[in-house]
């Protein structure tokens, strides 16, 4: 999505990509290999002992077993626990500091699986929405987990949850450190620490032979649950005469489809990152149906408590009047002169799941974004001289003395937006009955709109072939050769630069991130890598010499890494995330068959269809797929989760 740079724009095959696997065409030998030596039906390995392996998680019982800084196992001082009265308090001094806290723990050998979680909650002086003043790394023997910074504050305590199955038999040091500037205080507030084993570690004897004809009707348990669901927005905008500056209303009926009570929501306020807190572009005011908090995360979320916690099935409804005002740049969300992009404008709610709030914060070097399918109806009141492309399927009708009303609507989409402009517009419908709008900025020639249309055409159908159908009726493609992202996907909506790899992958996302969903910030392979794959194949790549030679950063850089490990190891984003693992996605076909992932691609995305999706899940998938022990394949390739 923001950057096809280098992984789309550089040429066929990603050739000349410094990596290799060992596990290519003849990969399958090598699994084998590798899983006997692993542990090979038959040979002998411990059993599994579930249990949780953190002393004094919740810091209720002094500082054993922990080795922390002076002070920072506490009970008060003007921070509170997430449960009991202990817990450990890092920074908040406002001057150049440094806490540690760390403990060395013993993960049983025999199980499958290890989670670690940790109640963090970030407070902060800091004002910026932009620079990370104030650091927390977390790390597990040499391996960092994640970094906070003062960029991450929220209200109350977030769940952070890992997957620290890679360390299972072994003895390892949790750690984690602060570090502060010399400005403003960020404090870092740790407490309920624990990592669970479960599972057995044996590999199944008869691994299934046939891949699955159906989706899976295992319910999911009920700490996955996501909430709040069934999201309906419903809009109405009225814009200056340039389209730069919008007010009016929104508000959105949700249900809480947890076993949870919902006690409150929040709204992402996504663009107000491109402010300066508490200046911002994305202003809400006269909240109804709730009582609205304080500004977090770089004023990018709000918190809105509901009048009484809503049970599970119960629906409640919250609205607000609404400004939003684009700033200059060709960006997602800005004005390129005359024509406004406004992506990522309108309020949404943040989901909720098993590991609690997803609160994460804005990201410019991807997507940050987490969201259910909801509906939309939006109305856009705006000069007639201005055409709005938009989310979903539009209508217009006169409005008052020279202006127009666009009626947009979207059902099952993640998210809404739509662009301003006089632009040129030229339209044709695909041989499978979608209707391809492009609008193109003055100065780009109507030859080179012409074949963005036919690229349109042809890859609207290309991956409708290979994953389903297309749902949404019309697809609009912006083109600006000023965007400095490359292209940029929204539910039936893109913005482009001139370029056909490019814009056959922007449309690749209508599946992966739009169709088939993802939490983007801590997993941006399942919609980055899964599209440059679908945008090799609907271009005929075979991904042929995808690997040249080895270059992994480091032992900690993995495909499956999370926004915050790119953002702070920026230059290798593009790299891994679209190359590396839409090359691990081509070993995978070569591995199992051209005919397997085939079939496991579309009926994953079947299964998964307007839903979201884990790497958990996609490995469960495939190795359904296959009777070849992808153990070995997954680790080898860095595909952890």
């Known amino acids: 999505m923001r950057k096809p740079l280098l992984s789309l724009m550089a040429g066929a095959d990603a050739a000349g990509l410094a990596v290799a696997v060992s596990l290519g065409v003849a990969g399958a030998a090598g699994a084998a290999g590798a899983a006997g030596a692993a542990g090979a039906p038959g040979a002998a390995r411990a059993a599994c002992v579930p249990g949780q392996v953190v002393g004094n998680g919740g810091f209720e019982s002094g500082s054993s077993p922990w080795t922390a800084s002076s002070g920072v196992i506490t009970s008060g001082g003007g921070q509170s626990a997430h449960s009991g009265s202990g817990f450990a308090w890092l920074n908040g001094y406002g001057s150049t500091h440094t806490d540690t806290l760390s403990q060395s723990l013993a993960i049983p050998a025999g199980c499958s699986a290890a989670s670690l979680t940790v109640w963090l909650h970030i407070d902060t002086a800091e004002t910026t929405t932009t620079t990370a003043y104030d650091k927390l790394t977390a790390k597990l023997g040499g391996s960092t987990l994640a970094t ?198 309108l309020p949404l709610l943040a989901v909720r799941d098993g590991s609690g709030w997803h609160l994460d914060p804005y990201t410019n070097n991807g997507e940050s974004f987490y969201s259910l399918a909801a509906d939309f109806r939006v109305v856009l009141d705006h000069p007639s001289s201005l055409l709005v492309p938009a989310t979903g399927t539009s209508v217009d009708t006169p409005g008052s003395s020279g202006r127009t009303v666009t009626t947009a609507t979207a059902s099952k989409v993640r998210d809404f937006a739509w662009a301003a402009g006089a632009f040129s517009k030229i339209s044709g419908t695909s041989p499978a009955g979608v209707k391809v709008n492009v609008y193109a900025v003055s100065g780009i020639s109507s030859a080179n709109a012409q074949s963005m249309l036919s690229t349109s055409i042809s890859a609207i159908d290309a991956h409708a072939g290979r994953f389903g ?173």
């Open 148 to 345: 906070y910074s003062n960029l991450n504050a929220a209200a109350g305590y977030v769940q952070r949850t890992f997957d620290v199955s890679a360390f299972v038999g072994q003895s390892v040091s949790l750690a984690f450190t602060g570090t502060e500037d010399s400005g403003q205080q960020t404090s870092f507030v740790i407490d309920d620490v624990a990592l669970d084993t479960s599972g057995d570690g044996t590999p199944p004897t008869t691994p299934p032979t046939t891949p699955p004809t159906t989706p899976p009707t295992t319910p999911r348990p009920a700490s996955s649950t996501r909430t709040p669901a069934s999201p309906a927005y419903t809009v109405s905008l009225s814009s200056d005469a340039t389209g730069v500056t919008w007010t009016g209303h929104e508000s959105v009926t949700f249900t809480n489809a947890s076993a949870s009570p919902l006690n409150d929501v929040y709204l992402r306020l996504w663009d107000n990152y491109h402010g300066s807190c508490p200046t911002t572009p994305i202003t809400v005011t006269n909240v109804t149906g709730g009582t609205a908090g304080a500004l977090s995360v770089g004023c990018t979320a709000l918190d809105i408590t509901l009048p009484a916690p809503l049970a599970q099935g119960q629906s409640g409804t919250i609205g607000f009047d609404l400004k939003i005002v684009v700033p200059s740049g060709a960006d997602r969300f800005g004005h390129d002169g005359a024509f406004s992009f406004i992506g990522n404008a």
């Open 469 to 641: 159908a297309y749902p949404y009726g019309e697809v609009d493609a912006v083109l600006d050769n000023n965007f400095w992202f490359g292209g940029m996907e929204y539910p039936g909506f893109v913005l482009d630069l001139v370029s056909t790899t490019a814009l056959t992958h922007e449309l690749g996302h209508q599946w992966w991130y739009g169709i088939v969903g993802d939490d983007e910030y801590n997993n941006p392979w399942l919609d980055e890598a899964f599209t440059d794959y679908s945008t090799d194949l609907a271009q005929g790549k075979t991904g042929a010499n995808c690997w040249s030679s080895v270059s992994w950063a480091s032992s900690s850089e993995k495909i499956t890494n999370s926004m915050a490990y790119w953002d702070a190891h920026s230059s290798r984003y593009s790299t891994v995330v679209y190359g590396y693992g839409k090359c691990a996605l081509h070993d995978l076909r070569r591995l199992i068959g051209d005919s397997a992932m085939t079939s496991l691609l579309r009926s994953y995305a079947q299964a998964h269809w307007y839903g979201v999706s884990t790497t958990a899940e996609f490995k469960a998938a495939a190795q359904a797929a296959t009777s070849t022990d992808l153990t070995s394949f997954w680790s080898t390739h860095r595909i952890d989760g």
